[in-house]
């Protein structure tokens, strides 16, 4: 049962346009997401994240969305460009939790052309 | 950002060899993960430390074990290698920061071991 998903596996947009990667979830206990970005052979790197009390969270090119009604995120990439393309990583994780783990979705392929 | 290094980068090894992937941090955080990853999967944990001398199974089921006798270094270990362990092999750290009851942490990844088992 996956509890985090990803639903798009490739995305292509033009150099310049908006990407937005889609992620999805079940599990109404999860209150932190993240979205990492991963090269091929590279361990994934930290995007931006947010907090269940927030519904947007910006950083530069980067903001997040989060519809907590829906159970749904969103990574919106403006404007994009050719060192975008690579796999994002949508995950979330659950507190109070000794842990800290993160569940992970499948990953989304960008492919931003010039 | 933390700093945390994985060595090796690739590996190539022959199927009943013993190895050990190295995982470092000198963020001093005390959480630490394993995760193996498979192309166009999603990351799947394999183990955790709270700190030192804490070590937890993850949800994926692995062959490997790991130690954590110091902060900084968690390395985990594959006694006799298959190609069913053939795989990307990601070690992260976090803080473990929270804000009262609402989880902000930040899980921080190395650049990965790729292990083929031949």
């Known amino acids: 049962d996956q509890q985090v998903k990803q639903n798009s596996p490739s995305l292509s947009v033009q150099e310049g346009r908006i990407s937005i990667l889609n992620c999805d979830y079940t599990?109404?206990?999860?209150?932190?997401f993240l979205w990492y970005k991963k090269y091929p052979a590279e361990g994934p790197t930290f995007l931006i994240s947010?907090?269940?009390?927030?519904d947007k969270n910006e950083d530069g090119r980067f903001t997040v969305f989060l519809n907590k009604s829906a159970k749904h995120l969103s990574l919106h990439i403006v404007p994009s460009q050719p060192g975008d393309s690579a796999v994002y990583f949508c995950?979330?994780?659950?507190?109070?939790?000794?842990?800290?783990?993160?569940?992970f979705g499948q990953g989304t392929t960008l492919q931003v052309k010039p | 950002e933390a700093d945390i290094y994985q060595t090796p980068r690739y590996l190539v090894i022959g199927t009943g060899k013993k190895i050990t992937l190295e995982c470092s941090q000198t963020?001093?955080?005390?959480?630490m993960y394993w995760y193996q990853q498979d192309p166009g999967m999603e990351l799947h944990l394999i183990h955790y430390s709270y700190g030192v001398n804490s070590t937890e199974k993850g949800d994926l089921s692995s062959e490997s074990t790991v130690s954590r006798i110091r902060t900084e270094h968690f390395p985990l270990t594959l006694e006799s290698a298959r190609p069913s362990h053939t795989s990307q092999y990601l070690c992260?750290?976090?803080?473990?920061?929270?804000?009262?009851?609402?989880?902000?942490?930040?899980?921080?990844f190395g650049p990965g071991t790729r292990l083929t088992v031949l």
């Open positions: 599990n109404s206990m999860f209150d932190y």
């Open positions: 963020m001093g955080h005390d959480k």
């Open positions: 995950a979330a994780s659950e507190y109070p939790s000794n842990t800290g783990k993160l569940i």
């Open positions: 947010i907090s269940s009390i927030k």
């Open positions: 992260a750290s976090s803080e473990g920061r929270h804000y009262g009851d609402l989880s902000t942490d930040t899980q921080y």
